[in-house]
Nanobody
């Protein structure tokens, strides 16, 4: 099965914004809760946000709550992550994945990972 493909990363100054996209055509997209994770050099992959099947429910890490917004468009098989008020500590590779069971806040609950997109926030 095809893996999700993330895009939209880049270099931005602190306080700036980026919008990440993740296109997932390898499965029945609308049947999966989708999540975003990130991994900084030397650190473990950490949960960022997740969105329910319809998009009506969202979940966020405390570190991004109020700054990031996750959404999805099931007609386009795409999940988005709008990132505002970016901080240098948001610098990481960002991954999307499909939730398949277990704790929604842990990477072990997800399969079908994308290759990731680099986000770098300069101070």
């Amino acid at each position: 099965q095809a893996q999700p493909v993330e895009s939209g990363g880049g270099l931005v100054q602190a306080g700036g914004s980026l919008r990440l996209s993740c296109a997932d055509t390898g499965r029945t997209f609308s049947s999966y809760v989708m999540g975003w994770f990130r991994q900084a050099p030397g650190k473990e992959r950490e949960f960022v946000a997740a969105v329910s099947l319809s998009g009506g429910s969202t979940y966020y890490a405390d570190s991004v709550k109020g700054r990031f917004t996750i959404s999805r468009d099931n007609t386009k098989n795409t999940v988005y992550l709008q990132m505002n008020s970016l901080k240098p500590e948001d610098t990481a590779v960002y991954y999307c994945a499909a939730y398949t069971g277990g704790n929604i806040y842990y990477a072990t609950g997800y399969d079908y990972w994308g290759q990731g997109t680099q986000v770098t926030v300069s101070s």
